[in-house]
Nanobody, 129 residues
Framework: QVQLVESGGGLVQAGGSLRLSCAAS????????MGWFRQAPGKEREFVAV????????YYADSVKGRFTISRDNAKNTVYLQMSSLKPEDTAVYYC??????????????????????WGQGTQVTVSS
């Protein structure tokens, strides 16, 4: 069992920055991949970023590449998503998720939501224009 709690969401103006955190408890945090996903109103949940258990491998959606950075601190059982140059289209509920088997696709940690085992409750990010 893994419990995930996101924090750090809020309202920010376009061009601004936010850092999301996801605190994990339960199974050893340093043994599985962690991902961030988001869901905007009326849209399907989409992949944002993923980081391997060691932090040595990361993968980003094209829509956030160069603006968002995923990182993790295994000593603190926490994964982060640093978001910069935010756009109104980044408005969504952001979820962190744990992939206990650390699936790889095309040599990278998986972006597929169905391969993730545990999910947090989400944190709202709203970017105003």
């Amino acid at each position: 069992q893994v419990q995930l709690v996101e924090s750090g969401g809020g309202l920010v103006q376009a061009g601004g920055s936010l850092r999301l955190s996801c605190a994990a408890s339960g199974r050893s945090f340093g043994s599985y991949a962690m991902g961030w996903f988001r869901q905007a109103p009326g849209k399907e949940r989409e992949f944002v970023a993923v980081i391997s258990w060691s932090g040595g491998s990361t993968y980003y959606a094209d829509s956030v590449k160069g603006r968002f950075t995923i990182s993790r601190d295994n000593a603190k059982n926490t994964v982060y998503l640093q978001m910069s140059s935010l756009k109104p289209e980044d408005t969504a509920v952001y979820y962190c998720a744990a992939d206990l088997r650390e699936h790889y696709r095309s040599g990278r940690p998986s972006p597929n939501a169905y391969e993730y085992d545990y999910w947090g409750q989400g944190t709202q990010v709203t970017v105003s224009s």
